[in-house]
Each structure stands twice: as C-alpha cells, then as structure tokens.
C-alpha cells in the first residue's frame, strides 16, 4: 500500500464516525516503532516525494512551511554525515537504506508572498527580524518533522529519528550554501521484522498529561 493508496482509504471512512480508524491507528502509532534494522531494498526518491506531496498541506504558523529535507545517499555523503553523528548512530547512518536530513529554512520568508497571498507584507515582517524568523522557522520545522515521520509510516516505510549529532558541524557541512539549519536525522527504510529489538516501551495516561479547566 502506498501514502496515496492510505490516503484515499482515510477518505473512504464514515464523514459521520468518531474516533480513528483502528487500523489506521495501530499501522501509525500502536505498531509502529523507532526503526534500527532495515531490509537491503531501496527507498526510491519518487516514494518520499508522494510523502511530502501528502504531509506538506499539515498546519504551519501563517503557512510558513519551513520544513527542507536533504536525503543523503551517496556513499561519500554518508560518510561525511556519519563523521558528525554521535558514535552511537555512526554505524545507523552508514547501515540505512536512507538517512534524511531533516532542517529548517530561517529565510522561509522568501516565499511568503506566494504562500501568504492574502497577507504579501509578512514577508517584509519576518524579513526584518532574523531572531523571530529562526525561531519561527525552528518551532514550525519540528511541527512539519512530525508530519513527515507519520506519513512515511503509513507509506509503510520504518523511521529511526536521531538528534545525536553535531548540528553545527551538519550545518557547516553537507547544508553548506543553503541557510538551512539541521534540527535531526532520520533514517529510513522498510523495517526488518520490527526494525529494533528493544521492547515496547510505555507512555504516560491520559491523567498524567491532561487538564481540563
């Protein structure tokens, strides 16, 4: 099943029911785990596009969509990926069918007047505060990373976030030229059974995290 095949499924459903489809839920969340161990199959371009194409109309702060992606691929950006990853995920980024650098753009500005049509000025407004466009572009990136992790799971695919790396040196690197600003790693591939050995770990009850007032 591909993102468009789930997608289309989601829009089968009941307009009128309540609650997730537990299919949907379990293949998204319930099921789905942070991924170590992939099968030796490629993860083609064309599939993480039909991703983004779906998880690119997520919510953003005015529509700022700062979200950019770096796919990693070639055996000499791998390696110079691997060179700032925590030692821990050196061998992951090496061993990953594909690693995704996940970044924010803090110049997203530059296309606000194509996203904001109703609203052109905000360009000049984030324009001219670069401490408000990085944070802006930080806090929307990390709502957009989320997008992305759920809809390459319902593509069927298996993710690995990681945030144990130099981010500087990242930056500095393989987003040298762009402005980017690298905010994790992802890799990605089909799982290899349950991509991971550890157990499922647990999660706080709805008590624990929620208040009504």
């Known amino acids: 099943?591909?993102?468009?095949?789930?997608?289309?499924?989601?829009?089968?459903?009941?307009?009128?029911?309540?609650?997730?489809?537990?299919?949907?839920?379990?293949r998204l969340f319930r099921d789905a785990r942070s991924v170590g161990r992939f099968l030796d199959r490629d993860v083609p371009d064309a599939l993480v596009r039909e991703v983004h194409d779906v998880v690119r109309w997520g919510p953003t702060a005015l529509n700022t969509v700062p979200l950019r992606l770096l796919l990693v691929r070639s055996p000499e950006a791998r390696s110079r990926l691997a060179g700032?990853?925590?030692?821990?995920?050196?061998?992951?980024v090496l061993a990953a069918p594909?690693?995704?650098?996940?970044?924010?753009?803090?110049?997203?500005h530059r296309h606000m007047g194509r996203l904001t049509p109703h609203a052109p000025h905000l360009a000049d407004?984030?324009?001219?505060?670069?401490?408000?466009?990085?944070?802006?572009?930080?806090?929307?990136?990390?709502?957009?990373?989320?997008?992305?992790?759920?809809?390459?799971?319902?593509?069927?695919?298996?993710v690995g976030p990681m945030g144990g790396f130099d981010k500087a040196g990242v930056d500095e690197d393989l987003l040298a030229g762009t402005g980017w600003r690298s905010l994790m790693v992802l890799n990605v591939g089909w799982p290899d059974g349950e991509g991971t050995h550890?157990?499922?770990?647990?999660?706080l009850e709805w008590d624990e995290v929620a208040r009504t007032v």
Do not use: K
């Not at 594909?98 to 997203?108: C, E, H, I, S, W």
């Not at 802006?136 to 990136?141: F, Q, S």
């Open 198 to 203: 550890h157990a499922r770990a647990p999660r």
């Open 1 to 26: 099943m591909t993102s468009t095949d789930l997608v289309d499924d989601l829009t089968a459903l009941d307009p009128d029911r309540t609650g997730i489809d537990d299919r949907v839920a379990h």
């Open 84 to 92: 700032h990853m925590a030692e821990g995920n050196r061998e992951r």
């Open 98 to 108: 594909l690693t995704v650098v996940v970044a924010a753009d803090p110049a997203f």
């Open 125 to 158: 407004v984030f324009g001219a505060d670069p401490e408000g466009s990085e944070r802006t572009a930080r806090e929307n990136a990390w709502l957009q990373a989320g997008y992305l992790v759920v809809g390459l799971r319902a593509a069927g695919l298996g």
